[in-house]
């Protein structure tokens, strides 16, 4: 006799897309972190919580609210595209060229993330190739990795992507045959997640002048991501590349309200040609039906009202001064240090730091845990590097001056410092 | 001598997921209407403008921005899975048994719309199976569509799914050696949309049982949409699916804010077992970092307040009154007309009608054209319909009172009424 023994059935099975679910890499190692709510993070990329604008979003929203029939509005439903009045002001703030045209091609969107997850979303197939800065925003190259899309590094200098490393990119996928595959190149002209760079005028022009080489053999659309473009500390704004003459129909640029304004509000924009506009509509009307009117019209708000701009004026005060107290501390015990280097961004939240050759970096380092031991925070340089095209370089770290004041960043800088001597780096001759 | 031509580049080339971004079928139709400013709409499923809690959330807002600590906490970025207090206010609100657990296994969404895509996209593989009633929410439908799902419909009364045609069709599925394939049953257990049906507690009891009954042969997720449930107007609530006893470790439960408050706000919810909970936070994670933590505070201030409750009862006397208006204008209009006929429902924002056999309600069909024509927009009911399982009954249309103010309901019925007779449908014994 025989007893047939089911098998018993699993509760939930999966699709594919929920079994390939990635988490954020960083996010393990930053859950570490706050196990010791002593540790100073120097990591998250987050905006400093006394810059955010309380009295002005305060004023904005009381102003709304007062209005019952503009309140009202804001409480409904708004459009999937977003609000025509805070696109319009947008436009015309960011684009010199055409603005109202960007206007009619704009998405808002929940921050620039969801801008350039949809876009790369709708632009790739598993396979495409994505050129990008070597090294690069990190979190891009997660979204590009759960597409299955393949980031390919270009090599960079203090100016960003170089032009002659695209170029030669370019030549050895056309000569492998790939050219077909090349779908995009992923940029962020100022102030460069991580490495801070920001890319001349002249650096601009040529690399524009490249895709206008390959124009006629690929297709390859030019992703601009703007996200740091208003923390400029010093120099004057460079042109942006849709006012530099970029191809408006082979060109997406992107910007959020999340680094200049309040990252709470989930605002972010972008603009694209045809077809990737009605496809990305669509996604987005399938999805969400639209972001928050709400948060759209107390950006409107301060738009309008012209507070912005002096919001920027403090911000970038206030970013400037600790950007100038991490440097500081860098210089004084990090410099002495034998193979450190990094360079003064002139924007953005971030120090760049190469370490010693040799000095390992990353979650399996020994920096890493001489660091998490001392009470400070990193992110590993590594996890900014595409997969293919450069090496990755495993001695370098971002720093954010971005959420710590002051005295913690130079407190944070003097544990790594000591973290580094501690993890017996090669390169390094003082204990 | 020969030249050799090259076929131009093309400007984008988009991927599969771009190329195959559907629009919602509904939307061409919403703006055709936007054309005739004049024409009644009892199409979009909006809420009333005048019912939005503009002074409610004035009070919340002004209270959250006069206090910088928490204000700034407001505008920082939020956690993906959403704020833990609002999380514990609507775990507590909305589930009698373990509210705790709801509230760890909750991720917050941009309406639950972004849930039930989340949800779907995570759980389905293009060509498996979601059981649904027979009419459903057309957006969901689209939701499955644009996953490469297919949708099957289960007969439905006026108590909504009707168990023994669950059981059937999960006979005829196993017959087909289909079985593999259904991963979920969609249920709107209250005020449904569109068929405004509610299941009373005894349907609740069997639609479980059946799914009892399977459970060691499939695995199949319940997915629960309680988007209209607070909008009843009259008797008692009836117990959740939770609460009745799903098994929690194969129920998903999702609400929104959007009915009961506002829509402007994008805050919507849901509950969700392992492992989906994990793929789900993930691909959120990658999508938009989590959602605005400001209206978070916002929605969690007025659940805090007890301003909801207060709120509801107004809410629920507006609507109760308007649904009241369209049914004395169904009453005084349609029911003269043999053929058509409509339920009164307890809640929620719509009436489902039924025309006379033969009329063609659809987009093509002369009824629509009709309507068009003397200004009167619904949703033409075939778009209601899964497109397997079930027929698809072309003589049916949703109306919604939630929109129009009551003179204008009463005026749209006329005028629809008027098509009907005029798009000289069979069974209409007048002219």
């Given at each position: ?18 079994r ?33 604008p ?27 595209v ?7 002001g947008?436009a ?10 960007h ?30 800065a ?25 100016e ?15 000569t ?148 100038d107290?991490?440097?500081a ?23 760049w730091l ?11 380092g ?25 090496r ?9 001056f ?11 800088i ?17 204990p």
């Open positions: 006799m025989s007893t047939v023994m089911r098998r018993p059935q699993p509760l939930i099975t999966l699709g594919h897309r929920g390939s679910a990635s988490s954020q890499p960083i996010s393990s190692l930053m859950s570490l972190a706050l196990a010791n709510p002593a540790t100073i993070s120097l990591a998250a990329g987050f905006v400093d919580n006394a810059t955010l309380v009295e002005e979003l305060g004023t904005i929203s009381g102003e709304l609210f007062a209005d019952p029939r503009a309140a009202r509005e804001a409480l409904q439903y708004g459009t999937v977003g609000d025509e009045d805070l696109r319009r947008i015309h703030r960011y684009f010199a060229v055409q603005p109202e045209r206007a009619e091609r704009m998405i808002l969107t929940a921050g620039s993330n969801q801008f350039l997850q949809l876009a790369s979303e709708c632009l790739l197939d598993p396979g495409d190739i994505v050129l990008c070597s090294p690069t925003y990190f979190v891009y190259l997660n979204i590009l990795r759960d597409l299955g899309a393949r980031a390919r590094g270009v090599g960079t200098d203090a960003g992507m170089i032009p002659d490393e695209l170029e030669g990119a370019l030549r050895h996928l056309a492998a045959g790939e050219l077909a595959r090349v779908k995009a190149v992923y940029l962020v002209p100022d102030f460069d997640n991580p490495a801070a760079t920001t890319m001349s005028l002249e650096r601009r022009k040529q690399i524009l002048q490249v895709l206008e080489n390959w124009r006629d053999r690929a297709t390859i659309l030019l992703i601009v991501d703007n996200a740091y473009r208003e923390l400029r500390f010093e120099g004057e704004d460079i042109p942006s590349l849709s006012d530099l003459g970029a191809d408006p129909e082979r060109t997406v640029e992107s910007g959020t309200f999340s680094k200049n304004l309040a990252p709470g509000l989930r605002v972010g924009w972008g603009v694209t040609p045809e077809p990737l506009y009605t496809a990305m509509t669509r996604r987005k009307g399938i999805i969400d039906f639209g972001s928050p009117h709400l948060n759209q019209r107390l950006v409107a708000g301060i738009l309008n009202s012209g507070m912005l701009d002096e919001h920027l004026r403090r911000l970038r005060e206030a970013y400037r001064a600790k950007r107290a991490m440097i501390a860098c210089d004084e015990y990090l410099r002495p240090i034998a193979g450190v280097a990094y360079d003064v961004p002139a924007g953005g939240l971030y120090v190469t370490l010693p050759e040799g000095c390992a970096a990353g979650p399996d020994e920096l890493w845990k001489q660091a998490l031991d001392k009470g400070v925070l990193y992110v590993p340089g590594q996890y900014c590097y595409p997969e293919e095209g450069d990755v370089a495993t001695n370098t770290a971002r720093l954010t971005g959420v710590q004041p002051p005295e913690r960043l130079r407190e944070g003097r544990l790594l410092a000591e973290a580094i001597r501690t993890s017996g780096t090669r390169g390094n001759p003082e």
